[in-house]
């Protein structure tokens, strides 16, 4: 690689068809090093994530007729970055050279002497088909497939496609790009041979949660799409080899295709749910209304790790809790080890495997997961003149100290992080919901309702804000904490986990009417 100081280097990437999870791992570790990442309309934003946090992302996307940048602004723009010496990952929808001009940009980088690598990116027309359960090739139907263009002008005087040869040779057909241009690819095909009853299938936003199958046959797919209100992006598969999309769609069953799910969780632990979600089908829109920081002041904390000796018991009520904790231990120069003579308890199953991950068993896990199911469980404890330490959240609920105090514990709680309020998409997600745009929202914690309410705007009243829109809680302290706010509580999670939430939301859709 050329010193960075004279000449950058370029990576033409492929983002994939706009399921994140499709992107290369090379393509995330180009996006990783970027200086410069110079992304597309249909690049999935989660990948974005990759990014560091000083890399400069700008969008140079292009949506119907609105251009950001034209082509050749664009490829000056590269030109320009890897000339100041810079990394730069020019982000492109699918595969860059696949319908996507890769190859113009990468002819603009040799004629100014720049170094650059090309990418491959899984491009709709294989992804598209597959997540609508149409496989292009298959051994009882077809041997060939030919990716088309369907943006061509049809008012051109001579057509740059041989449309007798894909009619009558290609056994399966994907056209990129063909929504506005349909009726035209239909009368072609006809008109050089293809049979009226040859299925036909178009896939919008493919390997989304809002994709959108229609099909149909030559003879009547025009009129189909037409009434399904399908717009583009979408891309069209032309062969009998639709007919097996009957047997084989799987990714359009999911129970939550298409619903639109509001994440609230601290961005540090969201994660968790939302590829829980992701995976059942919803899109997730990540709005945080907190953010675990550190206390106003580590010298509580510090004092009784320094006095751990005179503790009987340490109890944890949040993975943040134990995570907060044992990295104030470390900083101390101690491990596990300072502990081996405490006996422990723990709020919830992810809480415990935290500690686990530390080193450390819990003797208390109650079956339900919350203050007072540890109460319950410490009243088979016999902790009459104990010691316990209670690392936990600033402003936590009183119920478990004073009730450990009521059994003759002294009970020490001591700060190990707090929350704070969070906007990030704070205004994407208002924005949504005055639309109508948002189905459903969910809340972790009393805290994170608390928030939520705290982002809306005070001129619109709660109620017609969240019209329409579901409200989930994990469990019973945060949807009554949701419901002193003003929220209409619709599903409230029987087991207080994330597992457990989600199965509730699954359950709440797919209930008979």
Known sequence: MPDKA?????????????????MTLKGADCIARADVLIYDFLA??????????????????????????????????????????MTVTRLKGGDPFIFGRGGEEAEELVAAGIPFEIVPGVTSAIAAPAYAGIPLTHRRFTATVAFVTGHEDPTKEQSNIDWRALAQGIGTLVFLMGVKNLPHIVDRLLANGRRPDTPVALVRWGTT??????????????????????KA????????????????????????????????RARAQASDLI????????????CPTIQVTAPDSWQPLDQAIAQLDRYHWIVFTSVNGVDAFFDRLDRKGLDVRALG?????????????????RGLNTDILPDTYQAESVVAAFARQSIQNCNILLPRAKEARSVLPDELRRMGAAVDEV????????TENSEKMIALLQKGAIDMVTFTSSSTARNFKALLPKESPLAQLLKGVTVACIGDITAATAKELGFTVDIVAETFTIDGLCEAIVRHYTAPQ
């Open 275 to 286: 590829r829980r979600l992701s995976a059942l089908g919803a899109e997730c829109l990540q």
């Open 233 to 264: 992006p979408a891309i069209i598969v032309v062969g009998e080899v639709v007919g097996l999309r009957e047997q084989l769609q799987w990714f359009e069953r999911r129970p939550l295709l298409g619903k639109r799910i509001v994440v609230t």
């Open 209 to 230: 949660a809002q994709q959108q199958t229609v099909t149909g046959t030559l003879a009547d797919i025009a009129e189909r799409v037409r009434a399904a209100g399908l």
């Open 415 to 422: 700060t190990a992080y707090q929350t704070l309020q969070s």
């Open 6 to 22: 004279s000449t950058g280097m370029v990576f033409l990437v492929g983002a994939g068809p706009g399921d994140p999870g499709l």
């Open 341 to 357: 003579h405490l006996r422990t308890a723990a709020i919830g199953p992810a809480t415990a495997e935290r500690l686990k991950q």
């Open 44 to 85: 999935a934003k989660a990948l974005l994530d990759h990014a560091r946090p000083d890399c400069h992302c700008i969008y140079v996307g292009k949506q119907g007729g609105d251009h950001t940048l034209a082509q050749e602004e664009i490829n000056r723009l590269i030109v320009e970055k890897a000339r100041a010496g």
